[in-house]
């Protein structure tokens, strides 16, 4: 923790000029400003190595890196890529090439070009160096705090990871949580938070790897314009008065200018690409229910169903996704929520991919409908499909209550 303090003191204190444009393959003086922000990276880094949710899938991991390489390009030995289970649309590279790639992102993302523009965008800011640019500019004794109190946080994590007993590891974590959702989120997000001219060059520079990697230059409108449809469909009217992307750390501003921005751009470029679709699909297919269970803890029902609209619109995992909308209805228990949720399970149903639970689900709502041979039905179906399932012994109860007339 001393050492990580230190390293930001100094960091802060320190302003040589930016270099514009990265070296491929060098690393900084371990003495200038840009060498104590690589310092505070790869405490980061270590951070996230040891994290609980690092998704550790060696063939999702190798599908992110390869895009990632694709658009990259000379830096793709300088970045390390490392997939959070995180549910929140988010993707970020420190100066030191360490690089997270949010669940929540890789979700939203509809094809391959989509994610290639996403990871297109953030090598430019790695490749001109705004992290840094960025830094220099928070130089205060406000922002100097703010950078501390996320070193804290981070400590807090790596702490609580190595405790020796369960007991132990919850009290630092309860302790400590705050500064992770708040401080050491909201601070990394500030300290990698970029001004609008670079985030336009951004999207500018990353538009041009993706077409230069092959792919569809148009999913770079297409991203910001679902990012910008979520965050109008979200439950909370501060979200939807945002004009942010729908992540924790709402640092990426997106609006119509920036959108007419990259339209303009497209102009110049080909009409045509690599999308990609199937394989993405493919990559994340065996992580989609996972994910989608994450997303609704967010409790930001609208956005989940806006979200799950996008992907069955290519007609794939219909079992699975209408199961989820089912979930976020009936989670939600709005006007007619249950109705859409029944009619949703119902058709999930009809997909071999559907999850089994989507009969258990069936049978409660049936039951509150006063439908007992429907409950019934589902419940028997539920119990054929999954007879070692834990909850097995409640929904037995429940088809025991019918035949004893509760």
Partial sequence: MRAL??????????????????????????????????????????????????????????YVREVACKVARDHCADIRVYV????????????????EVWSGTLLRATDEAELAFILGHEVSHFDRNHSLLSWRRKKSTSNAMMVLS???????????SSAATYDGASSIMDATRSLIDVVYLTGMASLFSYDRENELEADRLGLARVAQAGYAPAAAADVWRAQMGETSASEFKRVRNSGARTNVFASHPVDSERLKALQDDLKTLPATGEEGRARHRAAIRPHLSAWLRDDLRRRDFG???????????GGEDLGVLNFYRGEAYRQRRGEGDLASARDAYLAAAAYPDAPVAVWRELGDLRRKESDTAGARTAYETYLAKAPSAEDAWIVQDSLNSFNSGN
Avoid: C, H
């Avoid at 959070?84 to 690089?99: C, E, I, K, L, V």
């Avoid at 956005?303 to 619109?313: D, E, K, P, Y």
């Fill in 5 to 62: 303090i230190l390293a930001a003191v100094a960091s802060l204190a320190l302003g040589a000029p930016a270099q514009a444009q990265r070296l491929a393959g060098v690393r900084p003086d371990v003495t200038s400003d840009e060498g104590g922000l690589w310092a505070v990276s790869d405490k980061a880094e270590s951070v996230a190595r040891q994290s609980a949710e690092l998704d550790r899938d060696p063939a999702l991991n190798a």
């Fill in 84 to 99: 959070m289970d995180r549910p929140f649309f988010n993707a970020s590279m420190a100066p030191n090439g360490y690089t």
């Fill in 150 to 160: 996320a070193g804290v946080a981070v400590v807090g994590v790596a702490a609580a």
């Fill in 303 to 313: 956005q989940t169903l806006n979200l799950i609209g996008r992907l069955a619109s």
